[in-house]
């Protein structure tokens, strides 16, 4: 009973007006296109988030994609929690879906239970686009379309200046009330790697990392499962800094000055981001060119920018385009600062630790 | 709530055996206190502000009207309406409620009254429901569905229901039977009646109070059952909580507790109905 | 438990059916079930036929048990066709171990908690005559169960945590000098437990108070018991099978809670079913979690039985004494 398992991927539903309106116009920035008549009348079953980047791949992806091909696409918006990977994967064998979008470790975990076909990315011409690290994911059975992107998150009232490193979360002055991220989140993973390396360790070396981590014990307020809960302890001034965390979920808060909450991606050890991805199940009730259509047409350029405008996201082709006003926000990240600043961690490498990390990290913070 | 209670229950008669006011001011006050989230979040949704200042600035209706528009006029990226979601709640939860009281009134006889082989077994089972983690029963629930050779919908969701409210109903109904001694049962049969007859036209309405305490958890238990049916929805067949859980991980403004607050409103006329629907027999609920 | 001699058919009657056919209500045995003639259906065959209907429906259940006990001894990526007991063995290590202790520990205070706060309300209830106050007591109690639990702990965040009213009164009063934090440790989260599972006990002891029948407490008002004394030594003992049934529904609800822990916990009280739930995913662990869930069911029942024995020998003792 309840709402649990709150994905981490959820967004709070504040796109702005423009791109719903953009959404109702049919997206005339892709329509012109509409001239291959080789899909008409085909269906496309699309598993997606139930949050606002399901909303938003629905707006900037599919709407789009129905525009320019003349094919429908069903879409079942309510897997968003980490239960309908596990779902999927019980009733794995049955053919639902043509399209699954899903986070990086959702993928490995389908792809494990041999459920994913491995895409040929011969037929994504605009994956040539794509920085050769965020083409694919989950042993080639994912095809990257949106990057993760997680920040610090502070009070603007009580943190004088921003954080440029994330030694700033041990500074007892700066931040005397903080929150991190639940075991159970990969940003948690992304975390004990930081502590590691401010510690002298890295991911190899990883007990310097943990002990650092103790260091924050008694100043963790909560392990913030539930992104709501964290924005109305900022808003009431029971928190001053905390992370990892995405500024995604935030995008309401950020702009009402109540909250006094920001978030920053200027650190000099580099932001952490996480591969979201495309998979094609192994059993598919549609047609594969039209699969293989709309995987190509996720990285088109324009649905990458728009993407990456609408949910604060950042995008896996280099050549996303970019609006200038949205270029001056701090949240929108252009392919530019990708390139210069993100850190993508081993899937495969974590795998073999998670278990003992989750252990570890829940230990460390047990009241 | 509290303030009209409290002068209520200082006008009981306090004739022996009737609520001293002690305890009735000492439970107003428990239930009070059990209640405070949900009285604040009540007072939430008809804040006039955007944000969660408590207490809030201003009032005004303007989540419900938010709430209204969703209702009448969904959103179309929605694949189902809430008035839909609503209508497969309240079906499941009525079938839910009634097959699971027409087999845990028998159940509950042979548990109280009868000493059999197998007793242990059968009360293990019964509770087994409740000891089960939640996620771990849906994911196992999924998996027996799937492996079923014909597929199942609505009706997977009520057989999942019925078998989280047995618990409760059994509960409910062996606690009232027991209550009940044999001997009326007895006297039934030494005048005539067959042991059926003496079963359903004796015991069963003197357990009235235990069977519709048992129902009501029934019912409520199914229309606010989350995990397992996120396990067994199908994208046609969704629950108000699989709806209500797809509209509000990801925001949170106060048209969320306006919604709440319909559902409380709901469960809180079935309550008033079936009460007054005993009430009037002269069963006290 | 006396069935009418003259349902049993011809035969050898002993002298107990024999009293009992003339004074069906007076004498009553105790205990065992009395000796009786032999029937054409054995009251085994008698009572699972009455069992059937809830055994088709549980027959689900059984089946989904039977795919947790097998996965539990499955290895990951083959739940089906690996063996190994790899994951119980995990669970001896501390980790575990320390998490099933605190499950059961908070599963256990909670129900004390619940049921103490429980009876008076349960009394008020089996005794309030107006309709109206009956109605709002029962949605009172059935509420805090009902209300989705992530909606409920904004309310929590607003009542006690670190800048809420109560923080603040407390501030304003003096009595503090920093917030205190009544969210986010255990403290709150047995709060959670407490109201969430709430109804659970007030409504078995409601129906067992009911079930005193007020004669009982008018003869021992009539013969001068105050009121207390009759609530003491009439009402609480007679009442007794309907509190350990709510005491044990609580414990059994709350030992394997998890939006409780999560939400009011912050993720920081690691109750066991939190830990199942992270190796069903991320971690697609499912024999991990099969195991540990078959552990918590098992204990969970095992104290069931327990409170089940305890409840049926106080039964039988009151009804000794009646």
């Known amino acids: ?367 | 709530m509290s303030s009209p209670l409290k002068g209520l229950i200082r006008f009981q008669p306090t004739l022996p055996g009737d609520t001293g006011r002690f305890a009735g001011i000492l439970s107003g006050f428990i239930l009070l206190l059990a209640v405070m989230p949900i009285l604040t979040m009540i007072v939430m949704s008809f804040s006039g502000a955007s944000n969660l200042d408590f207490p809030p600035s201003s009032y005004s209706l303007q989540w419900y009207q938010a709430a209204w528009k969703t209702f009448v006029s969904p959103d179309s990226s929605d694949v189902l309406s809430l008035g839909q979601a609503l209508g497969t709640s309240l079906l499941v939860s009525c079938l839910t409620m009634v097959l699971a009281t027409l087999i845990a009134v028998p159940a509950a006889y042979a548990l109280t009254r009868c000493e059999f082989r197998g007793k242990a077994v059968a009360l293990q089972l019964m509770s087994l429901p409740l000891v089960f983690p939640m996620v771990v029963l849906g994911l196992a629930m999924l998996l027996v569905f799937d492996s079923l050779p014909f597929h199942l919908t609505t009706s997977r969701l009520v057989i999942a229901h019925v078998i989280l409210a047995l618990p409760f109903v059994v509960k409910n109904c062996t606690a009232a039977m027991l209550s009940i001694g044999t001997e009326v049962e007895e006297a039934a049969q030494m005048l005539g009646a067959s042991p059926m007859r003496a079963i359903i036209d004796v015991v069963v309405p003197l357990m009235k109070s235990g069977i519709l305490a048992g129902m009501l958890l029934a019912f409520i238990v199914s229309f606010n059952e989350f995990t397992v049916t996120y396990f067994l929805y199908t994208i046609d067949v969704m629950t108000v909580p699989i709806w209500m859980y797809s509209r509000t991980v990801s925001s949170l403004d106060p048209t969320v507790f306006s919604f709440a607050v319909l559902i409380v409103l709901i469960d809180f006329v079935l309550i008033w109905a079936l009460e007054k629907l005993v009430g009037e027999g002269g069963v006290s609920f | 438990m006396q069935r009418q001699v003259a349902l049993h058919g011809a035969g050898n009657f002993s002298f107990t059916e024999i009293t009992d056919m003339q004074h069906p209500n007076l004498t009553r045995s105790v205990g065992e079930a009395p000796v009786r003639p032999p029937r054409a259906i054995s009251p085994t065959a008698r009572a699972w036929f009455f069992l059937t209907p809830s055994m088709l429906f549980l027959a689900v259940l059984i089946a989904a048990s039977l795919l947790v006990l097998r996965m539990s001894v499955g290895t990951k990526g083959a739940e089906w066709t690996g063996f190994s007991l790899a994951s119980y063995a995990q669970l001896l290590e501390p980790y575990y171990l320390k998490s099933l202790l605190l499950t059961l520990r908070l599963a256990l205070i909670s129900a004390v908690i619940a049921v103490v706060l429980a009876i008076p309300v349960a009394y008020t209830m089996s005794r309030l005559q107006s309709p109206l106050v009956r109605r709002i007591f029962l949605a009172a109690v059935l509420l805090p169960l009902l209300v989705n639990l992530l909606l409920q702990s904004y309310g929590w965040l607003v009542i006690l945590g670190p800048a809420g009213m109560l923080n603040k009164a407390l501030l304003g009063l003096g009595l503090i000098k920093r917030p205190i934090m009544m969210l986010y440790n255990q403290n709150g989260v047995l709060m959670g437990l407490v109201q969430t599972a709430f109804p659970l006990a007030v409504l078995p002891i409601a129906s067992a108070m009911r079930g005193v029948s007020r004669s009982f407490e008018e003869a021992a008002a009539t013969l001068g018991a105050s009121r207390l004394q009759v609530f003491r030594q009439v009402v609480l003992p007679m009442s007794m099978p309907g509190i350990i049934t709510g005491a044990t529904l609580v414990f059994a609800y709350n030992a394997s809670s998890f939006v409780v822990p999560l939400l009011l916990g912050g993720r920081r009280v690691p109750m066991l079913a939190v830990m199942v739930h992270d190796q069903i995913a991320p971690l697609m662990n499912w024999p991990a979690a099969s195991a540990a869930g078959v552990v918590l069911i098992v204990t969970t029942l095992i104290i069931m039985t327990l409170s089940e024995y305890l409840s049926g020998r106080r039964r039988r003792m009151l009804e000794a004494s009646q």
């Open chain 1, 1 to 367: 009973m309840g709402q649990h398992d709150l994905n981490r991927r959820q967004f709070i539903k504040t796109v702005g007006v423009a791109s719903v309106a953009a959404a109702s116009m049919g997206m005339p920035f892709i329509h012109a296109k509409a001239s291959d008549t080789k899909f008409q009348g085909k269906t496309l079953r699309l598993l997606t988030w139930s949050d606002d980047t399901g909303l938003a791949a629905l707006r900037n992806i599919a709407a789009t994609f129905e525009a320019k091909t003349g094919a429908k696409v069903i879409a079942d918006r309510t897997g968003s929690t980490s239960e309908m990977v596990a779902k999927l994967k019980a009733g794995g064998d049955r053919p639902q879906y043509d399209i699954i979008t899903l986070a990086g470790v959702g993928a490995e975990g389908l792809a494990a239970a041999g459920l994913l076909e491995k895409p040929d990315l011969n037929r994504i011409p605009n994956i040539v686009d794509v920085p050769k690290q965020y083409q694919t994911g989950a042993n080639g059975h994912g095809i990257g379309y949106l990057l993760w992107c997680n920040s610090l998150i502070y009070s603007t009232r009580t943190v004088q200046e921003v954080p440029n490193s994330y030694a700033a979360l041990w500074d007892k002055d700066q931040a005397p009330n903080i929150f991190l991220p639940p075991p159970n989140w990969t940003e948690a993973m992304d975390l004990i790697i930081i502590a590691a390396k401010l510690a002298g360790g890295d991911e190899h070396n990883i007990e310097p990392g943990f002990k650092k981590l103790a260091e924050l014990k008694d100043r963790v307020v909560t392990l913030g499962e539930n992104p709501n809960q964290i924005a109305e302890l900022f808003r009431t001034g029971s928190l001053d800094m905390g992370g990892l965390y995405a500024p995604a979920f935030f995008p309401k808060q950020i702009r009402d000055p109540n909250y006094g909450l920001g978030a920053t991606f200027g650190m000099k050890e580099g932001f952490y981001t996480d591969l979201m991805l495309s998979v094609m199940p192994k059993n598919r009730p549609g047609d594969t060119d039209l699969a293989y259509a709309f995987l190509d047409h996720s990285l088109d350029p324009l649905v990458q920018g728009k993407m990456a405008e609408d949910i604060f996201n950042g995008p896996v082709n280099a050549k996303a385009i970019i609006s200038a006003e949205a270029r001056k926000s701090p949240y929108i990240l252009t392919p530019e600062q990708i390139a210069d600043k993100a850190i993508m961690h081993d899937n495969a490498f974590l795998a073999t630790v998670h278990d003992q990390w989750i252990r570890r990290y829940t230990e460390i913070f047990s009241s």
